[in-house]
């Protein structure tokens, strides 16, 4: 088992490697640069933008500036942003625990709620299984950056007294800084709770058909440890593969809610640095963004070996 | 017809089926009895009906399908098809149990084999988690497990075919019922494990006071286990009596083709 997660760890590595190596050159290939984008719409002569651009080493060779920039990345160093010139770690660092907390929130909700409706809809069948279904349809259908906007403005038009966009901090008042991330959140959670609603949906039933489950009903155990020792705990095991699996499409999706509810977070930052063209920014955002997710796999992993004694990686 | 000696009398069972909507019968009104711990053998081809008989005294319908079922299952006086769900369920593992055919798939892959006879015992005998652990690695040295309290912390996939039906085994009789049903026990196993796992359920049916209910589809199986013989056939019992007066008289033609296709070592054997 240790071995099992020193070898996935030391395996993310290369995986890191190859990620900052694509984001590095899909980068650059976008049309523009930090130059052009800075200057916008003044007219600034070419060899100003000449002088940006050496200033920025953006003059050199890609493959150049690739092995400055890993030099530093090696040693902890992620450069300085092109727009604020300040060190990208300390930009990033407290973005990407708003962000982290979002994504947590948004993760605890969709695992509740999917559970749940999931686990209601396979052991009531009938009405319930129905509503749920349909409800979760109608959520699948629609985006989650449009229910977000929906929630926008039915809070304003019946609420219009709870401000939505006053993101608190955490360090000044940790309740109310929850509280102001229960509706981004919520709009996050919803769609990722219909992926793990029907996985929790089809898991149940797969397991309630298995003559194990039989036996437990003639062995004349109660309802609840059926439920609990026999179908849940048999079910999990795909339910922890889509929720680890759907923690990237959490992420992803935090972008687009942080910049509706304007919430200080990764995604915005991201947003700006793209807008930017901020390269050292936008880099170093991917692989914070790569590393959790790769971790997020390790700890699913970790997770099936203490549910299901069959799952062993020696 | 109301042998006050019987442990379970079955009248005019009949169990039906909703195939979309559409009726199916499978079960078309059979009776019979069962003795206290007389052992009693179910023979039928497959489809006939067996396993549905014996889910109806257990009052379990597969899940995901709804059952009918008709008749009366007199259990002790008690009429099993008409009490509250509640005692049935204390009638389940503590005074009717039941061993399946397929070992490979009847245990719970995430617990450890120890886990699923404890909770059995803590369910009916009402046992401490300790004492229940004291009396799992008994039963699991009852059934012939070796090394049983160690044994007791694996997990089903650690155990051979034969191996997890013993386990089965210990927990049917865990709570020491009145009434075994054994659904074709040896069906999924090595023709070298059948015999052993057999002479077990016998072997416990006298030590235990069981009565058990054997069900196969293999004449071979019954002959010198059980005294009686139930002949299933399409839903029906079309023919029962003593073993050996079956064997040498078989009545109905459908019993005697059964008997035809016993292996000849079998009968052979017997017979000397
Ligand atoms: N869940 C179900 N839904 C519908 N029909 C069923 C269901 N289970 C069994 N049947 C039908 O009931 C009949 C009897 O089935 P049963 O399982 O009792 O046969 P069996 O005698 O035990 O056969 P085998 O030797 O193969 O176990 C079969 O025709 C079968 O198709
Ligand atoms: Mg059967």
């Known amino acids: ?314 | 017809m109301d042998d006050p000696r019987a442990l379970l009398q079955v009248r005019d069972l009949t169990a039906q089926f909703n195939r979309d909507g559409v009726p199916s019968r499978v079960v078309n009104g059979i009776s019979f009895d069962i003795a206290p711990g007389e052992a009693v053998g179910f023979v039928g081809e497959s489809g006939c009906g067996k396993s549905v008989t014996a889910r109806a005294i257990m009052r379990l319908a597969p899940e995901g399908s709804s059952v009918a079922w008709g008749g009366r299952i007199l259990f002790r006086g008690r009429d099993l098809l008409r009490i509250e769900e509640r005692e049935m369920r204390d009638m389940r593992g503590r005074r009717i149990a039941m061993v399946f055919q397929d070992p490979m798939t009847s245990l719970n892959p995430v617990m450890t084999v120890g886990a699923q006879i404890d909770d059995m015992l803590c369910r009916h005998a009402g046992l401490s988690r300790r004492a229940a652990r004291r009396r799992t690695v008994e039963l699991l040295g009852l059934v012939g497990i070796r090394d049983p309290a160690l044994r007791a912390d694996d997990h089903p996939h650690q155990f051979s075919g034969g191996m997890r039906q013993r386990v089965l085994i210990a927990i049917a009789v865990s709570c020491q019922p009145d009434l075994l049903i054994a659904d074709e026990p040896t069906t999924a196993l090595d023709v070298t494990v059948q015999a052993q796992i057999l002479r077990l359920l016998m072997r416990l049916g006298r030590e235990l006071g069981m009565a058990l209910m054997l069900i196969t589809h293999d004449f071979g199986v019954i002959a010198g286990m059980v005294e009686r013989v139930y002949v299933m056939h399409g839903g029906d019992i079309v023919e029962s009596g003593e073993v050996d007066a079956l064997f040498a008289g078989p009545q109905h033609p459908y019993t005697r083709a059964l008997l035809a296709a016993v292996p000849r070592i079998e009968t052979a054997g017997r017979t000397t």
Do not use: H
């Not at chain 1, 080493?57 to 150049?64: A, E, M, T, Y």
């Not at chain 1, 397991?207 to 179908?231: E, H």
């Open chain 1, 1 to 314: 088992m240790i071995r099992m997660v020193a070898v996935r760890l030391a395996l993310t590595l290369p995986i890191l490697l190859g990620v900052s190596i694509v984001a590095f050159v899909l980068m650059r290939a976008l049309p523009g640069d930090f130059a052009q984008a800075s200057a916008g719409t003044t007219a600034i002569s070419a060899e100003a933008l000449d002088t940006i651009r050496r200033n920025l080493g953006l003059d050199q060779p890609v493959w150049q500036q690739y092995l400055v920039w890993l030099d530093g990345a090696l040693t902890g160093d992620l450069g300085r942003s092109f727009a604020t010139r300040q060190p990208v770690t300390g930009e990033l660092l407290p973005r990407l625990t708003v962000t982290a907390e979002l994504t947590l929130i948004a993760g605890l909700m969709a695992l509740t709620m999917g559970a749940c409706t999931g686990l209601a809809s396979a052991r009531l069948r009938g009405t319930t299984d129905w509503a749920v279904r349909g409800l979760n349809s109608l959520l699948l259908a629609v985006p989650n950056f449009v229910v977000a906007t929906l929630i926008v403005l039915l809070a304003g038009l019946y609420f219009p007294t709870v401000g939505i966009f006053n993101y608190v901090a955490f360090a000044s008042d940790p309740l109310g800084n929850i509280a102001s991330l229960l509706l981004p959140a919520l709009s996050l959670a919803l769609t990722v709770s219909v992926t793990i609603s029907e996985n929790t949906r089809a898991a149940v039933l797969e397991v309630s058909s298995q003559d194990y489950v039989m036996v437990a009903r003639a062995k004349g155990l109660r309802a609840w440890t059926i439920l609990g020792n026999y179908l849940v705990r048999n079910a999990l095991t795909p339910v922890i593969t889509v929720t680890g699996l759907q923690l990237a499409a959490l992420l992803g999706g935090s972008i687009l809610i942080e910049t509706i509810f304007t919430i200080p977070g990764m995604g915005q930052y991201l947003f700006d640095s793209i807008a930017n063209r901020d390269y050292p920014a936008i880099q170093a955002i991917v692989l914070v963004a790569a590393t959790i997710v790769l971790l997020m796999n390790v700890v699913v992993d970790i997770a099936y070996a203490r549910v299901d004694a069959r799952v062993s990686y020696d």
